[in-house]
């Protein structure tokens, strides 16, 4: 019987199986020879396949990685095998030792998608970048429809600084999905890094043309302005889109950050002022702001800006403990301790599991000579945290 050799060209060193251990000539072939299979081989190999599937199900790793290597032993060109196998030890962090298997299993079976995505992943914590250029078009080929294979290709030739076929790859995204967001986002790094800031610039200005009514093109673009440095037209283009959405949060956030980075803070602190009343705008992300005011104190001006926007935080975030406790925490920074105990009341009614309101909550009460309030208090916080 003829020896069965399959051979697939891949961006990735030479490797032979099988009976000849010379490598393969040529840059990037890897080659697999078979093996004369007799009846009882087929059937011996199945039965072992099977077995270590079963032991692979039950978690039985170390048996399945010896079953799987024995059907290898007596089929080196199984690539069910040779998946498996290799993905055994991707299980265990050996990416070295999977690679020349998922290498060999695509071989074997060029037209398998998930082996593809095995080999990608495993090139990609290996950090072989420049192999992946190959996965992906093979990924590409099986399944046209996927953008993400695509947006894959395209990151992969960004990060070898191949940044003009980085772009005709998203060209060939666009034309499968059309021009979205993150298609945009990708195109603009590129430009960025090409120091072409006037394409980025434009190809988000025709977005919105085709979309006038879209506020997020405007922020990308004012974003895109005001980090490289141009505020005043990263200002303009707010203000067009203070037209469209007057009382939109990200809007607000957005000129707080440009009034602050013109050194305009008392206009910068009333866009957060604005922007803190919206509840579409996260919490945490308020929280964050709020907390960047700490390093200022004991600044008064500082203490009562945060209070401010502490309050209007939780105001507008009724229901939210952390919400809350902030406000309290301001409050007692403020040394408006009346105020913060109902405060951090409601914040532990929200939330029970919420210790540092509870502590802060047993303090005032003890400040306040309120013993029998600060033991019921704290006898209720050991339930939650004994």
């Not at 050799?5 to 961006?11: D, P």
């Not at 283009?237 to 305009?264: C, F, M, Q, S, T």
């Not at 502590?359 to 005032?364: G, I, N, T």
């Amino acid at each position: 019987m003829k020896l069965k050799i399959l051979i697939l060209l891949l961006a990735v060193p030479a490797v032979m199986v099988g009976q000849d251990k010379k490598k393969a000539k040529g840059n990037g072939v890897v080659m697999v020879v078979g093996k004369p299979m007799t009846a009882m081989d087929s059937i011996m190999s199945k039965q072992l396949f099977f077995s270590a599937i079963r032991e692979k199900t039950i978690e039985n790793y170390v048996l399945a990685t010896e079953l799987f290597s024995r059907v290898l032993q007596i089929d080196p060109a199984n690539d069910a095998a040779l998946f498996e196998l290799g993905a055994l030890k991707k299980a265990q962090n050996k990416e070295g030792e999977a690679q020349p298997l998922l290498e060999k299993a695509v071989t074997v079976n060029p037209d398998n998608e998930w082996y593809w995505v095995a080999l990608a992943d495993t090139y990609q914590k290996t950090n072989n970048i420049t192999s992946l250029e190959n996965v992906y078009n093979e990924l590409v080929r099986i399944s046209p429809d996927k953008p993400e294979y695509y947006f894959d290709k395209a990151n992969a030739l960004f990060l070898e600084k191949r940044y003009d076929d980085a772009l005709k790859a998203y060209d060939q995204l666009e034309t499968v999905i059309g021009i979205t967001d993150d298609l945009m986002v990708g195109r603009q790094k590129i430009y960025l890094k090409q120091g072409k800031l006037d394409k980025a610039t434009d190809e988000l200005g025709q977005m919105i043309l085709a979309n006038p009514a879209e506020l997020r093109y405007y922020l990308l673009l004012a974003e895109l302005y005001n980090s490289n440095g141009l505020s005043d037209k990263a200002l303009v283009v707010l203000e067009k889109a203070g037209k469209l959405n007057p009382n939109n949060g990200l809007l607000h956030l957005a000129l707080a950050d440009i009034y602050r980075d013109k050194k305009d803070y008392e206009g910068s602190f009333n866009q957060l002022v604005t922007a803190f009343a919206s509840p579409e705008i996260d919490v945490t992300q308020k929280i964050r702001i709020v907390l960047g005011y700490l390093p200022k104190f004991p600044d008064p001006a500082a203490k009562a800006s945060a209070l401010e926007l502490s309050a209007i935080l939780s105001k507008t975030h009724p229901d939210d403990p952390k919400a809350q406790a902030l406000y309290g925490d301001m409050l007692v920074q403020n040394e408006k301790y009346t105020e913060a105990k109902p405060i951090f009341r409601h914040a532990v009614e929200l939330a029970k599991d919420n210790y540092a309101a509870f502590e802060q909550l047993v303090r005032l009460q003890l400040a306040e000579g309120n013993t029998d309030d600060a033991i019921k208090d704290g006898e209720e916080a050991l339930t939650y945290f004994p």
